[in-house]
């Protein structure tokens, strides 16, 4: 994730107009889901890796949490992480999630949302948390769907018109490097097949306790353009999942 397209100016902008930047948790179109699997945060140390604008910290100390840290490389989503969600018990660090330091049973639970389709090996994140983690603490995260990410372009092909025909998906099993389109601009993304994500929390110690392929949160179907589509196929993946 050392690529940091989020510090440019244009790009930054854009993303700050979406739902999900102006209205939080409630703008996201997984939240509905994701909420559902997270555990219990009462007296629980939270670290989140690539923590943004900092929503699902200030989510774990409203709910509890003693203390929560939010990774992040960007400096942009953290100077509005501690406009918008600043607390005494939460702290941000501007760094690279491959490069922080993983204190051995430091975290109850450790969250990430949309973020580790951004970092090439699974595994070795997967081998970092839960060195970090307590046993029996939880890790939880999100990431864009192995469909979604296959081809690499995300986006749909077109009929003459302009109308959506379908969701191109291809070089499945071909894991790695993808140059997609976001917001308008080139950005590198690393795809990876549900075999990876699931087997690399298996074979690092950890039980899956949760699988959702969300669909979008009905309220926001007619409020956001373009989230009908979302029902056509799987934009994002959630595991949830315990140290044993």
């Known amino acids: 994730m050392k690529e940091n ?103 109850d639970i450790v969250i990430s949302s949309l973020t580790f389709h951004y970092l090439e090996s699974f595994p070795d994140i997967c081998e970092k948390v839960r060195r970090c983690l307590t046993p029996g603490g939880t890790f939880v995260f999100s990431v864009e769907h192995p469909v979604f990410t296959a081809y690499g372009s995300q986006d749909w092909y077109y009929d003459e018109q302009g109308n959506i025909l379908h969701w191109p998906v291809d070089r499945y099993f071909s894991e790695g490097k993808r140059e997609a389109i976001f917001l308008g601009e080139n950005v590198t993304k690393f795809h990876k097949t549900l075999t990876t994500y699931v087997n690399g929390l298996i074979q690092n110690g950890f039980e899956i306790t949760g699988l959702v392929e969300p669909e979008p949160d009905k309220t926001l179907l007619d409020s956001i353009p373009g989230m009908r589509d979302e029902l056509r196929r799987p934009m994002m993946l959630i595991i949830s999942s315990i140290k044993k």
């Not at 739902?19 to 939080?24: A, N, P, Q, V, Y």
């Not at 943004?52 to 960007?74: K, P």
Request: net charge negative; hydrophobic share 35%; aromatic share 12%.
């Open 5 to 107: 397209k989020y510090d440019d100016e244009k790009f930054f902008h854009q993303y700050s107009q979406m739902s999900r930047s102006m209205d939080g948790l409630k703008g996201a179109g997984e939240w509905h889901a994701l909420q559902k699997i997270l555990p219990d945060f009462q007296g629980k140390r939270v670290l989140d890796l690539g923590c943004g604008f900092g929503w699902h910290c200030q989510y774990a100390i409203e709910h509890g949490a003693v203390h929560a840290l939010g990774i992040d490389l960007s400096h942009k989503m953290l100077e509005e992480a501690t406009k918008r969600n600043n607390s005494p018990r939460i702290e941000y660090k501007c760094m690279a999630i491959e490069d922080f330091d993983y204190t051995l049973e430091s975290y």
